[in-house]
């Protein structure tokens, strides 16, 4: 008589330990599912335009939650959402083309005067300092900060053009070699994906660069 009740207090057991594993799996997706959507995802570079920072094959993940919006200012003093700044490198999708991810640097913030005279950005008539920029042609340093628009095109001179409220000025790195506002205009606050973290994975030419695993982007 006490073998079919100990048999069923076992069942039960067996039945509650496998709702415990099934719930924990469907918590672990729904979580792993939440990061991806809302917290971070990974993106590859393809092209040169942030070079030397960011190389073809450089694989990144992107902080997607620190631009998230937020309602109130209960939500500004307790999440950790920061304010897009200069100098930023952020994924965003291309304003020609949303289906597409870009990245590029902020370079000028909604209000402000972007002006490129002889390579050299301006930002409100003052020069800006971008250790971070890459040439493929050297400046020459002994030319005036005049614009001369038929000198060079849009590689050379640029603006002045005033940043429209909602929008930023995006740049390349690599600014001989870069499709960036200065060829497609402003991009969009809504458009931000998020912003480059650090470089986790890296393959080029030569196999796996070792050395870029976990560079932080600056």
Not at 15 to 41: D, M, N, P, W
Request: proline share 6%.
């Amino acid at each position: 008589m006490w073998k079919p009740a100990e048999k069923t207090v076992v069942d039960s057991y067996r039945k509650s330990t496998g709702r415990e594993y099934f719930e924990s799996i469907c918590i672990a997706v729904i979580l792993a599912l939440f990061v991806r959507t809302f917290v971070v995802q990974a993106f590859k570079i393809p092209t040169g335009s942030m070079e030397n920072n960011l190389l073809i094959g450089d694989h990144l993940l992107v902080n997607k939650f620190v631009f998230a919006p937020t309602l109130s200012s209960v939500e500004q003093m307790l999440l950790p959402i920061d304010p897009i700044r200069r100098g930023d490198i952020l994924v965003f999708k291309f304003p020609q083309d949303p289906n597409r991810d870009f990245v590029k640097r902020v370079i000028g913030l909604p209000g402000e005067t972007v002006e490129m005279r002889n390579k050299r950005i301006f930002i409100n008539g003052t020069r800006i300092d971008e250790p971070y920029v890459h040439f493929l042609f050297p400046v020459d340093e002994s030319a005036p900060n005049t614009v001369d628009v038929s000198s060079g095109g849009l590689q050379l001179n640029y603006g002045p053009v005033v940043v429209p409220a909602g929008y930023y000025f995006m740049m390349g790195d690599n600014r001989d070699n870069s499709e960036d506002s200065r060829f497609w205009g402003f991009m969009p606050r809504s458009y931000v994906k998020g912003k480059a973290l650090f470089v986790y994975f890296s393959f080029g030419e030569g196999g796996v660069r070792w050395s870029r695993l976990l560079h932080q982007i600056h």
